[in-house]
């Protein structure tokens, strides 16, 4: 029976660090601010907006919600993030996606400044990942490099289990740019040994099984199934599926996998919370990389 790897338990106590460390900011005269802005009325983001607006209160952020019609247009999107960008009370800002059809995401996430890019999306940024060497280069407090909350959280999630990364193989399920490219850039820079799966795989399933990691990020309900994990391998469910009755899955069919697995993210209650409270992280980075200029 695997280990439950607890997310909100973790968020949780990041959570607290992180209000200690908004207090001290405070205390020397700095209130780091997240912006959201949100174009349209599509019913999840608003949750997720209102979800990362309550999480920041929680730590003491001060947030800022900007809000366009759905048939903004692609310059109006740009114009706004102009204005945020020349906000100096606003030390990061996230444009919630998906955006509507006619505004193009690429132009817009990468008008965002490197400096207050809080998802960690930024080509600029995304480069500086792709490019480190090591964890250490990750994290080296002169040189801020906000990292993609989700594949953060993922590395948090693995640290907790007090399993070593190095030396591991690692399959991550899935290529996008949110979490299966910039997740196996982290767990390089770990020294685990990675391969990254997807639709055109040959053999997935035995791919899968040699894995001593497994991060599942391929959007679909209960994909990998207990044949396609190694005993005892640490197993991250980044999935989030919605059945026609609106309960959630996740990409992995835990009640099978849970009896092989060392350990074990459960959907919801693992990856998710991380997500948010590693954009509390990334606005508190933000932050005083901005008081350090």
Known sequence: MAHIIDGKKIAGSIKELLKQEVQSLKSQGLSPGLATLLV?????????????????????????????????????????????????????????????SQVDSHRVLESILPQKDADGFHPYNLGRLLSAKDKKELTQKDSVIPLPCTPHGIMALLESTDQSISGKQAVVIGRSVIVGKPVAALLLAANATVTVAHSQTKNLEECCAQADILVAAIGKSKFVTASMVKPGAVVIDVGINRDGEGKIWGDVDFESVKEKAGWITPVPGGVGPMTIVMLLKNTVELARGYRRK
């Not at 048939?71 to 009370?89: D, F, G, I, P, Y």
Request: with cysteine.
């Open 40 to 100: 349209g009325n599509n019913p999840a983001s608003q949750i997720y907006v209102k979800n990362k607006h309550r999480a920041c209160q929680e730590v003491g952020i001060a947030s800022f919600d900007y809000h366009l019609p759905e048939m903004a247009s692609l310059e109006q999107v740009l114009a706004a993030v102009e204005e945020l960008n020349r906000n100096e009370k606003v030390h990061a800002i996230l444009v919630q996606l998906p955006l509507p």
